[in-house]
């Protein structure tokens, strides 16, 4: 089974380049890490003139642009998916998957906080708060790692989800 956790916080506030250093970590260490980027404004990786932007632009409910090296889908949908139905859908021979995006959702999270973004935490351990990763001290009722300790972080993440 695929574990999920989520990394969460304010814009700005380090989630993607600590995801970022946390892949390789986890991948050295053995696991399949596979991720999901929440974006609530849209998006679009297809690029105007492009074959599979004319696919689209023509109709196409799903275009599929395959390479020796990668593959990509690009989908229409009715409605904006929760976690679990992407995981489900998408990803396939993962075992942790982290998402970064998603600040309200019902799976473990990670929060990460810098004092240079002057926001405050957004989340309780009510809120299935884990650890927070930060430039500074919490006293939140769960670990807190220097968000530059991604080792720390790896064993915290190998332990929880990964200890028998």
Same mark, same amino acid.
């Given at each position: 089974?695929?574990?999920?956790?989520?990394?969460?916080?304010?814009? +700005?506030?380090?989630?993607?380049?600590?995801?970022?250093?946390?892949?390789?970590?986890?991948?050295?260490?053995?696991?399949?890490?596979?991720?999901?980027?929440?974006?609530?404004?849209?998006?679009?990786? /297809?690029?105007?003139?492009? #074959?599979?932007?004319?696919?689209?632009?023509?109709?196409?409910?799903?275009?599929?642009?395959?390479?020796?090296?990668?593959?990509?889908?690009?989908? /229409?949908? @009715?409605? #904006?998916? #929760? *976690?679990?139905?992407?995981?489900?859908?998408?990803?396939? +021979? %993962?075992? *942790?998957?982290?998402?970064?995006?998603?600040?309200?959702?019902?799976?473990?999270?990670?929060?990460?906080?810098?004092?240079?973004?002057?926001?405050?935490?957004?989340?309780?351990?009510?809120?299935?708060?884990?650890?927070?990763?930060? /430039?500074?001290?919490? +006293?939140?009722?769960?670990?807190?790692?220097?968000?530059?300790?991604?080792?720390?972080? %790896? /064993?915290?993440? @190998?332990?929880?989800?990964?200890?028998?």
């Amino acid at each position: 089974m695929t574990s999920i956790l989520a990394i969460v916080g304010k814009s +700005n506030s380090g989630k993607t380049t600590l995801i970022e250093r946390l892949i390789p970590v986890l991948k050295d260490r053995g696991l399949r890490v596979a991720t999901i980027k929440h974006n609530r404004h849209g998006f679009d990786i /297809d690029h105007k003139g492009k #074959d599979s932007w004319r696919h689209r632009k023509a109709g196409s409910a799903a275009t599929v642009v395959a390479s020796p090296q990668m593959v990509a889908l690009v989908e /229409d949908t @009715e409605r #904006d998916y #929760d *976690i679990k139905e992407l995981v489900d859908r998408y990803i396939h +021979n %993962a075992d *942790i998957v982290l998402v970064e995006g998603f600040k309200d959702n019902p799976f473990p999270k990670i929060e990460v906080s810098l004092t240079a973004s002057r926001h405050e935490l957004i989340c309780t351990k009510e809120d299935g708060l884990l650890a927070i990763a930060s /430039d500074r001290k919490y +006293n939140r009722g769960v670990p807190c790692f220097d968000i530059n300790d991604i080792e720390g972080l %790896a /064993d915290f993440i @190998e332990q929880r989800f990964f200890s028998s």
